[in-house]
């Protein structure tokens, strides 16, 4: 066991994956001597070498498709894009080549790999740099999409999408990179992908988040009066999600409150909601509150606190559908 | 013949002012005048005062991540002064302040906009440049556009520079802006300021050519390597691409060869990655000091202009950090007013009450009771 940071324990499961299966091989930029702009992969090409953790060119179109190559011919591709606003280029690649390469073959020809992406905003960062573009790729089949907040989280889950036979899309939220350590784990394990993550057990209203609000989500938590009772589901798994564990608890409480960062319309919110419509329709007490980003492009950083879900938008959101 | 050659090409490099500020006065002819010299030498060091003040800001906590130009300034004035101000267009990267302001753009414009604020980019009536570009290689085409609207309106004395960097060329979006301008053969001149570095990545393992200016050869366009810390090789190069651009040449490639002599950004450590002695070798090259051994040298220039200088870009940098800081808060609701020419109807109620929640946006909703109002 040690106390690990949430770049910490990607660092070191990615260590352990290419101890462990010789096929691994990290492409990005940066990621080799520089060890990455968050030093996610920091000592890993000093360690298993240039050839296994590879600082690549300026070109995400070339990662994401080199790495569709690779896994094709059977290695476990784990590619990093360095900011989740650079996979404008990669797009095509991923969505048109990597989420199709299956079903087109009829699963002769498959794209095992892993995209690591640092995603999200709240850390000061140029234009660009603090997007939310999971409903994205939750948009395109095919891919599978994953976003864990926590250390212990990322390890297992960063395990299963590399042992996965299909793409998957690993979002990091780089806002909670640092900010605390927790009890990981020495020996391998997996989380599945799929399965949420119930953090708080509560009973007059359900919260459904994923990656950096997460804690946005118990600050506000922790703002409200004693006597009500939230529970609080972290997603982990965006695509697929766990709408057993989401239905559970909306059938318990009647009340339901969705938050994200990315833009509200055809957010992952508006999903959520509709699946509720029509797996809890009967128990409900309120419309399903989805408290998110604007539809509006993300601010630089002068305004990006006015942009994101913070804790007293996400009190007020949660007040409301109370109050219903 | 069933075997010959059916393409040969090379590529020339181009000094004109050599790293001890001696000019080679026969390529110089007919290009600058030592006033212009002096012009751009000031250009220079307001510009490196400007990126040694930033770095200051972002290091007090006033200013986020911002890339330093330092070392590389003389690829942005001798190439701006080459191009006409508002006339011609220039299509940025982020590392030629210098050009920037030579076309216009008032200097604390870049302090606001690295201080988080995008109205750092709405830039007065009549300045020709489009907002720096933040996902790297993929504006070059923006410039082939606005370059082909030249030659489509027939405006054939108008022309555009687009400035990336060595990392830059290895996007899609790079050939693809160098292959439409050659097939269009629109007015651009594309500049690539070719530092040695991207961030951590070394030229080398960007690409196994031995130039960047040869990749332009595939296009089949005028294609030169230069000294891009000897302005009078920059100003030529990009004078002979603008009158090419504006006879009807189409377009052009300049590789500047120049040294990044600061981190990538004040984000990064160099340290981690790049040899202290390659860093110290280009510490001589120095546009500035060339610059101003040149000028000395044929009498232009003293040590009481020195002094002089030094205290006019520590004023003039003085009053575009004030200016910048000065400018007052955006509202908080200000990034929703430039979405749409006309914002929708969803999006106003979003801005007007600074709502995403479909409850608390209707507060009337049937069903919402009194202490729900009472919370808006
Ligand atoms: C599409 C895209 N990918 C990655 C980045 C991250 N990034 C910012 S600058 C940079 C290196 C750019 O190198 P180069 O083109 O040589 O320009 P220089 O910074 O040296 O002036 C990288 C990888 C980005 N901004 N955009
Ligand atoms: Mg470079």
Not at chain 1, 34 to 49: D, P, Q, S, W
Not at chain 2, 118 to 128: H, Y
Not at chain 2, 237 to 266: C, M, N, W
């Amino acid at each position: 066991m040690a106390q690990q940071t949430l770049v910490g324990a990607i660092t070191s499961t990615l260590d352990q994956a290419l101890e462990r299966d010789p096929e691994v091989i990290l492409l990005g930029e940066d990621i080799g001597t520089n060890g990455g702009v968050f030093r996610a992969t920091e000592g890993l090409m000093a360690k298993h070498g240039e050839d296994r953790v590879v600082s690549t060119p300026l070109d995400e179109s070339g990662i994401m498709g080199t790495a569709i190559g690779l896994a094709i011919a059977g290695m476990k591709a784990i590619p990093e894009i360095q900011f989740e606003g650079f996979l404008g280029p990669a797009y095509d690649q991923l969505v048109n080549h990597g989420g199709r390469m299956r079903t087109r073959t009829r699963g002769a020809v498959t794209v095992p790999m892993t995209v690591r992406v640092p995603v999200g905003g709240g850390i000061h960062a140029p234009e660009l740099h603090s997007d939310s573009p999971e409903a994205i790729y939750t948009h395109s089949p095919g891919i599978k999409v994953v976003m864990p907040c926590t250390p212990y989280d990322a390890k297992g889950l960063l395990n299963s999408a590399i042992k996965d036979p299909d793409p998957v899309m690993f979002f990091e939220p780089k806002r909670v990179y640092r900010t605390f350590k927790e009890e990981v784990p020495e020996e391998y394990y997996e989380i599945p992908i799929g399965e949420a993550k119930t953090v708080l057990d509560g009973d007059d209203l359900t919260v459904v988040t994923w990656g950096a609000p997460v804690f946005q989500c118990l600050e506000a938590i922790d703002n409200l009066p004693e006597d009500v009772s939230v529970e609080l589901i972290d997603l982990r798994s965006i695509y697929p999600f766990d709408m057993d564990t989401i239905a559970e608890s909306v059938q318990r409480t009647g009340r339901c409150v969705i938050v994200h960062e990315a833009p509200l319309t055809c957010g992952l919110g508006a999903e959520i909601a509709a699946r509720i419509m029509e797996e809890c329709f009967l128990h409900l007490e309120a419309p399903v509150q989805r408290v998110t980003g604007f539809d509006t492009i993300m601010p630089y950083y002068k305004l990006e606190n006015e942009y994101l879900p913070e804790a007293p938008r996400i009190v007020k959101g949660i007040k409301e559908c109370l109050a219903y | 013949m069933p075997h010959h050659t059916v393409y040969e090409a090379k590529i020339e490099h181009l000094q004109i002012l050599d790293e001890d500020g001696k000019l080679d006065k026969k390529l110089a002819k007919d290009t600058l005048s030592d006033d212009q010299v002096v012009y751009l030498y000031e250009q220079m060091r307001v510009c490196r005062e400007l990126d040694e003040i930033a770095f200051k800001l972002q290091r007090s906590g006033r200013m986020g991540t911002y890339p330093q130009n330092k070392g590389q300034e003389a690829n942005a004035v001798g190439s701006a002064l080459a191009m006409v101000k508002g006339n011609d267009w220039v299509v940025p990267s982020y590392r030629e302040n210098a050009a920037l302001f030579m076309h216009g753009m008032p200097m604390h414009y870049v302090i606001q906009y690295w201080m988080g604020d995008e109205r750092g980019s709405k830039f007065p009536e009549g300045v020709n440049i489009t907002p720096l570009s933040v996902p790297i290689g993929t504006h070059m085409l923006h410039a082939t556009g606005i370059a082909w609207a030249f030659k489509q309106r027939k405006e054939a004395d108008r022309a555009v520079i687009t400035y990336f960097g060595d990392g830059a060329t290895s996007e899609g979006d790079f050939h693809n802006a160098m292959n439409f301008a050659s097939v269009m053969q629109v007015p651009c001149v594309f500049y690539c300021q070719n530092n040695s570095w991207a961030i951590s990545l070394p030229r080398e393992q960007q690409m196994n050519s031995a130039t960047v200016a040869q990749k332009a050869l595939a296009y089949d366009m005028p294609t030169i390597q230069v000294d891009g810390n000897d302005i009078f090789a920059v100003y030529k190069a990009t004078q002979d691409a603008r009158k090419r651009a504006i006879e009807g040449g189409g377009p052009s490639f300049i590789e500047g060869v120049t040294y990044r002599l600061a981190d990538h950004t004040t984000a990064d450590d160099a340290r981690r990655y790049r040899d202290e002695e390659e860093l110290h070798a280009w510490l001589d090259k120095d546009p500035l000091i060339r610059t101003r051994k040149y000028m000395e040298s044929v009498g232009v220039w003293d040590d009481k202009k020195q002094e002089d200088l030094e205290n006019r870009a520590k004023t003039i940098v003085k009053e575009v950090v004030d200016a910048a800081i000065s400018v007052p808060a955006p509202e908080s609701s200000e990034f929703f007013d430039d979405m749409y020419a006309e914002l929708p109807e969803d999006l106003k109620v979003q801005r007007d009450t600074m709502r995403t929640s479909s409850i608390g946006r209707n507060p009337s909703q049937i069903g919402l009771n009194a202490q729900a109002a009472e919370i808006q």
